[in-house]
């Protein structure tokens, strides 16, 4: 690495130590990139959390003010982690200050705000990159090149699950993510979006759908102090939850192929279980987010009683060579946001866009909002 970038984080929460973590990792894995990043400045609202965040990862300077960073000229690049209602307002004025954007999904809380944000990226000439970290799995950028490549013949369906626990609780604290006007469309906005993007990644457009939603935990208590990630509260006042905790939705792709995406926030027992099975008319692919280095390969011409074999992933996939030697070497979640922050950090220096665009956070924001008009009017909706 040779020039450096001053890169700053706006929101320090559990993902923006991810993102500095990842930035700080960057010259160990892809030394090759030719600009380094510097640590210039980071902002979060809550008294002292940008101080502390400053003195343990090395940011020059601290502020709860993101607005400081959108004029300081020392940044060029600003990762967006703030939660979701404050995506639209940040992410536009940080395009409009020149700064490059890496923003988490969703994006917003709708379509319309995922949209004003790219619109902000592309007249501003900057680049920007999204949250949706999953496709950077060696795995699954594997598997969408078999199936590109006919591997399993014509996909005739998909099926996508994302089921975790973090909101199962029922002390869970009613934190902004369970609000409608900050947290937008709950367990849509927070898992499904990931969904959405992997189907897209793997199949191409989705042309219409129908959902089903539901909130099993229909009440919690109001934190009585500053929180982070998926905080606990006992004693605070009850207040509702106003966003979805589960969702299910048949999917039509442009392809004719057909899917189903089912997230859930409450699933007691399951913990991250993210992954699909994209079934084809020879073969089919299976992955578990949880088992990252695998994929499982049915292929041939027996049609029935085909095996299922497991082809643990290698230097030759994806990035992996980045991170280990040979196949079978485990990854984690955090290499998947290193891969992030080289994709980010590769369209600033080329200018061309590598990974997930705004683009691909307004097909995804879409899908999501067309979800909702479903669940409400029980019927399908035609995205096109």
């Known amino acids: 690495m040779g020039n450096t970038l001053g890169v700053a984080v706006v929101g320090f929460g559990w993902m923006g130590r991810v993102h500095t973590q990842a930035y700080g990792r960057l010259p160990h894995h892809f030394p090759q990139l030719p600009v380094r990043p510097e640590l210039v400045v980071v902002a979060d609202e809550v008294p002292g959390r940008a101080e502390e965040a400053a003195g343990r990862y090395g940011f020059a300077s601290a502020t709860r003010d993101w607005r400081e960073v959108a004029a300081d000229p020392r940044v060029a690049a600003v990762s967006v982690t703030a939660p979701n209602f404050l995506h639209r307002e940040i992410g536009v004025a940080m395009a409009e200050a020149g700064k490059h954007l890496w923003i988490e999904k969703p994006v917003g809380l709708t379509a319309e705000d995922a949209r004003a944000v790219a619109d902000a990226v592309r007249a501003a000439g900057v680049q920007g990159t999204v949250g949706f970290n999953y496709r950077n799995a060696p795995a699954v950028e594997t598997a969408r090149r078999m199936v590109a490549a006919g591997d399993i013949g014509t996909v005739t369906h998909v099926r ?225």
């Not at 029922?170 to 927070?190: C, F, H, K, M, Q």
């Not at 899917?259 to 699933?267: F, I, N």
């Open 160 to 384: 996508i699950r994302l089921f975790s626990d973090y909101a199962a609780h029922p002390d869970g604290a009613l934190t902004w993510r369970y609000e409608r006007r900050r947290g937008g469309s709950g367990v849509l906005g927070d898992l499904a979006s990931h969904g959405v993007d992997l189907a897209r990644f793997l199949l191409g457009e989705i042309v219409s759908l129908t959902a089903d939603t539901a909130v099993f935990v229909p009440e919690r208590a109001r934190p009585v102090g500053a929180t982070a990630g998926h905080s606990r509260a006992t004693g605070g006042a009850p207040g509702p939850v106003e966003n979805d905790d589960y969702v299910s939705c048949l999917l039509r792709f442009a392809s004719g192929a057909r899917g189903v995406l089912e997230a859930s926030r409450v699933s007691v027992g399951e913990q991250n279980a993210y992954g699909f099975e994209v079934h084809g008319t020879t073969g089919a692919l299976f992955w578990d987010y949880r088992r990252m280095g695998e994929l499982g390969v049915s292929r041939g011409t027996a049609y029935q009683d085909q095996p299922v074999s497991t082809v643990y992933v290698g230097p030759g996939d994806g990035e992996y060579g980045a991170f280990q030697p040979g196949a079978a070497n485990s990854m984690g979640y955090d290499d998947l946001k290193v891969i992030e922050a080289y994709h980010f950090l590769r369209s600033v220096s080329e200018g061309t866009p590598y990974g997930p665009t705004l683009a691909d956070a307004v097909a995804s924001a879409t899908a999501l909002d067309a979800m909702t008009r479903s669940a409400r009017r029980r019927t399908w909706v035609d995205l096109r």
